[in-house]
């Protein structure tokens, strides 16, 4: 049984910065793709990387202020979140691929098969 645990939400001002943590246990964490989404009124794509974290793919809308990273030793994957903007507001989701398998289409919530119970990031005006 695979299990994700995030970490790392809460209230900050705008142009603020947060880090969110995703625990993972129960399986083999390097040979899985990791990713971030969040909802707001839908589910949505934020950010995925993938096993060795050679590759990284974002959303346009955190394109450039959010950062997604792992290390596998420590079976953690990170977001690194700057600038952060009132419609930043949302509940933040860590996703596990399928081991060995690349996501396809790598932003559609469907390509992943296990998920955190979310933590909630709140930034206010």
């Known amino acids: 049984q695979v299990q994700l645990a995030e970490s790392g939400g809460g209230l900050v001002q705008a142009g603020g910065s947060l880090r969110l943590s995703c625990a993972a246990s129960?399986?083999?964490?390097?040979?899985?793709?990791m990713a971030w989404f969040r909802q707001r009124k839908e589910r949505e794509f934020v950010a995925a990387i993938s096993?060795?974290?050679?590759?990284?793919s974002y959303s346009e809308s955190v394109k450039g202020r959010f950062t997604i990273s792992r290390d596998n030793a420590k079976n953690t994957v990170y977001l690194q979140m700057n600038n952060l903007k009132p419609e930043d507001t949302a509940v933040y989701y860590c996703?596990?691929?399928?081991?060995?398998?690349?996501?396809?289409?790598?932003?559609?919530?469907?390509?992943?098969?296990?998920w955190g119970q979310g933590t909630q990031v709140t930034v206010s005006s």
């Open positions: 996703a596990a691929a399928k081991e060995d398998l690349i996501p396809v289409p790598i932003h559609l919530s469907r390509a992943y098969e296990y």
């Open positions: 129960g399986r083999t964490f390097s040979s899985s793709y």
């Open positions: 096993w060795s974290g050679d590759y990284s």
